[in-house]
């Protein structure tokens, strides 16, 4: 059982018991803060993907060996992902692309070329749009499936991982997940990288990132020379706090990709 329904259970058992307790304004007052903490603790849920409201997220890795993993979401981009993949080519870094559906679809060369030289290439949603979240099972469904065959056509390969659109799920999701065989792969260190300073993303990952992490990157909205920039500095501060790079199916001991 998720927490989701579980605290439906308890909210629903709480309001009923207090509405046979209580009577008057006292029965709505305690009845309005039932439906209020409810309300919050959903909302939380919705948008705190660590927290495993609605489907079991994996947010973090094992730890003990200093490893940590570098994410990359919303691409392929052809102008920020070819240099993304430079710079983790010249360090030998082996990262994890979270890929739009439809930007695959669009640009199966690059998809092609992140699985060609051994990064992982997994599930972002079709269209990555913002009401994403208020599907229900058969759009969701549908979102994952379409990506899955987008990332199929170019790579030959089926994700077994899957991240929401923004970190955001609903009591759809983990149903939609099962149906499409993915598991739902978080991260514990989000720099917000697209709309922050190089420095700023920085000092986000260096205040953050622990053994086990999974850094949250994009790329995309961000010219070559900029991304170049934080990359070959992200990876350089890492090194000198004694991290080294793991890829993320090594992290998490989990297989990237379903059998076809």
């Not at 102008?79 to 080519?89: E, N, Q, R, Y």
């Not at 929401?164 to 792969?185: D, E, K, Q, S, Y």
Request: a positive charge; aromatic letters at 10%.
């Amino acid at each position: 059982m998720s927490r989701f329904y579980g605290s439906s259970i308890i909210f629903l058992l709480s309001a009923g018991i207090s509405f046979l307790i209580f009577s008057g304004t006292a029965r709505t007052a305690v009845m309005l803060s039932l439906l209020l903490a409810y309300l919050s603790v959903f909302s939380l849920g919705v948008s705190v993907l660590r927290l495993n409201f609605f489907c079991r997220a994996v947010c973090r890795g094992k730890t003990g060996d200093m490893l940590v993993s570098l994410t990359f979401d919303d691409g392929p981009d052809p102008a920020t992902t070819p240099a993304v993949l430079d710079v983790l080519a010249k360090y030998g870094v082996h990262a994890a692309f979270f890929c739009i559906g439809e930007k695959t679809a669009q640009y199966p060369q690059l998809a092609r070329r992140i699985a060609d030289e051994g990064h992982i290439i997994a599930n972002h949603s079709y269209r990555h749009y913002w009401g994403t979240n208020f599907l229900r099972l058969k759009g969701l469904t549908r979102e994952m499936a379409q990506t899955q065959e987008a990332i199929q056509g170019a790579t030959g390969k089926i994700p077994a991982f899957f991240r929401p659109p923004m970190g955001l799920t609903n009591p759809h999701m983990a149903r939609a997940l099962r149906l499409n065989g993915l598991t739902c792969v978080g991260w514990d260190v989000r720099t917000f990288d697209t709309g922050r300073t190089n420095k700023q993303a920085l000092d986000t990952i260096v205040c953050k990132t622990r053994d086990g992490s999974i850094i949250l990157l994009h790329d995309t909205a961000r010219s070559p020379r900029v991304m170049t920039e934080l990359l070959e500095g992200v990876i350089a501060v890492l090194k000198y706090r004694g991290f080294s790079f793991s890829a993320l199916d090594d992290l998490l001991g989990i297989e990237p990709y379903q059998e076809n």
